[in-house]
């Protein structure tokens, strides 16, 4: 076996290998030489290059979404650690397990003047768990460090910094290890639930005639399916869902903005809960938040092992739990009251219903016919990928099959790194992977198709409206130039030669004819990576989606 000679680096590779983070994603650089070395000689490790250390921190987040396990980005010293911080701010919110593991200039190094040095110790502290500063040649202290910071990313779930300093010379190797790495495990608190702290649930249940459950991005299959058969029995019992939450009922609404954008301040006080339950990530609708910050529910648990959210300034309880836990704690102790509170919303949402398939039926070719029309034909158990911005809005109006999982970015909102985290959740899946994204999005993170991993069978949907169109509905919308320029970013690109380079497979479709064969060809080809550009007309998109919600009554 093949080591690095310095043996900071060898405790790094060898706690790594103890600790079970096999994932390893590197940078090129110099600095990060000795790392390098070891984790590729290593046939434990599973390495990627990734040139971009934006895109391949991306990349690693996309993996570490679908396995759930920690993955470590390494990079070279200076600038490039930086380029980290945007998918590690994503998995901070998100909390997916991230380790950054940052080559560094020895600290007598330090604003003295040497290329390529910056200030890399807690560069992340704003949004790491833990920072692990490591010393040359104080080994008790670094392994310590390291241990901590592995198991702060896999028992609480987000990023971590381990910065290690690195001397010249970088590149001399060994047969033999120098070190003995002492391994040491951090303890995760049980998940029980106080006694107390249950009565006092099922005692305000029980007197509740209106319970509304909203849930945020979600894991797939994270709730028992007994769970959801009693939420669907109970008539006191709301279930609000997202895309993102990857929860499925005949009974459940998933389409909020398209049920209570129409409301009136009747309806909403009708509809405001005495208590609110959410669990999940971030939730995609405006609209929901501000309903709930206006008509504030008497209760709001929120049920979460790590992160009590007081999103609508209402939080009464935080329930430090799994939502299955919870509720199956809580469910059978609970007794069903009267109540008219589901069977109002199921009869709102199926009218809801029956003026979405209208409406969708007479409109034009735009960006809410075009979501429509590929929802529709996605492959069952697959996987997608959605982009932020317009992108997740329109996949919130629109059902898919249960089958198929669904990821967003929803931690951070950002636009940028889409296309790499899912191509990294391609890699790391073994379902067919689409992603479906904005112009913009796809623009800004281009350099996530300089990637020599993507899956042959990944598709790219790209819904290309000549701009930011998202600001297009949003309040503040005249056109100008200075709208045009400064906030949609008018253009006129197209990622026809990007494809070129990148070796995807490249087909157009600006009509609904063209639409349809664009999705069959799209899902018929395996044997290399797929872009579908579709072009949407920029100045109509606003106006059918605006339209819509006016019809919906």
Sequence with gaps: MIYPKIPLAQSIIELCL????????????????????????????????????RCAA???????????EPVAVVCTSGSAVLNYYPAVAEAFYSQIPLIVISADRPQDKIDIGDGQTIRQQKVFSNHSLYNANLIEDLEVHNHYEINKAIDAARLQ?????INAPFEEPLYETTSELSVAITVSAFAKEPLLIEKYELEDCVSLWNKARKKLILVGVNAPNDIDQAIIESWAQDPSVVIMTETTSNLHHPSFINNIDTIITPFTAVDFENFQPDILVTFGG??????IKAFLRKYVPQEHWHVDELRGYDTFDALTKHIKTSPSLFFNSLLPLTQKVESDYFDTMEAISMLRNQKTAEYLAKIPFSDFKVFDKIISVLPKNSQLQISNSSAIRYAQLIAIDPSIEVFCNRGTSGIDGSTSTAIGAAVASAKQGTLITGDVS?????????????????????????????FR????????NVFNTFFETTHQLTAEHLATMFGFDYQIADSDESLKHGLQ???EKNEQPCILEIFTPTLDNDKILLQFFKELV
């Design 442 to 470: 796809f623009l800004y993170d281009s350099n996530g198709l300089w990637n020599n991993y993507i899956p042959k069978n990944f598709k790219i949907i790209l819904i290309n409206n000549g701009g930011g169109g998202i």
């Design 521 to 523: 060809l799209l899902f």
């Design 473 to 480: 509905i949003l309040p503040g919308h005249q056109e100008t």
């Design 18 to 53: 103890a600790k079970g983070v096999t994932t390893i994603v590197i940078s090129p650089g110099s600095r990060n030489a000795p790392l390098t070395i070891g984790f590729v000689n290593n046939p434990n490790f599973q390495c990627y290059s990734i040139a971009d250390e």
């Design 282 to 287: 971030m939730i995609v609708s405006k609209r």
């Design 58 to 68: 991306f990349f690693a987040l996309g993996i570490a979404q679908q396995t759930k």
């Design 157 to 161: 779930r987000g990023p971590v910094h």
